[in-house]
């Protein structure tokens, strides 16, 4: 059975940081990330990474956010660090067995239920 339980999200400051976790079980994907998707907006990718390590991030968070995962763990991350307003969503993980590392969302297969981010001014 695929799943997918992101934890770590919460509300923050300004400036501050959150680590977000995406615990995987069921099987190994090539790809995994993170997206979000604030009220009235669509989906977005933030961050992916693909099987032996390379990353892709969206043009607004690039030098902000991290992405890693734990193999051992089937476990992924996002390090989000000097937060904005603006990042306040929803932020949900995602897999799947995809041919190029891109953040579309129609290409990832395997979406969890998500965790919400707040960021105050």
């Known amino acids: 059975q695929v799943q997918l339980v992101e934890s770590g999200g919460g509300s923050v400051q300004a400036g501050g940081s959150l680590r977000l976790s995406c615990a995987a079980s069921?099987?190994?994907?090539?790809?995994m990330g993170w997206f979000r998707q604030a009220p009235g907006k669509k989906r977005e990718g933030v961050a992916a990474?693909?099987?032996?390590?390379?990353?892709t991030y969206a043009d607004s968070v690039k030098g902000r956010f991290t992405i890693s995962k734990d193999n051992a763990k089937n476990t992924l991350y996002l390090q989000m660090n000097s937060l904005k307003p603006e990042d306040t969503a929803m932020y949900y993980c995602?897999?799947?067995?995809?041919?190029?590392?891109?953040?579309?969302?129609?290409?990832?297969?395997?979406w969890g239920q998500g965790t919400q981010v707040t960021v105050s001014s």
């Open positions: 069921g099987y190994t994907y090539s790809t």
């Open positions: 995602a897999a799947g067995n995809n041919w190029f590392l891109r953040l579309k969302p129609s290409e990832y297969k395997y």
């Open positions: 990474i693909g099987r032996y390590g390379s990353t």
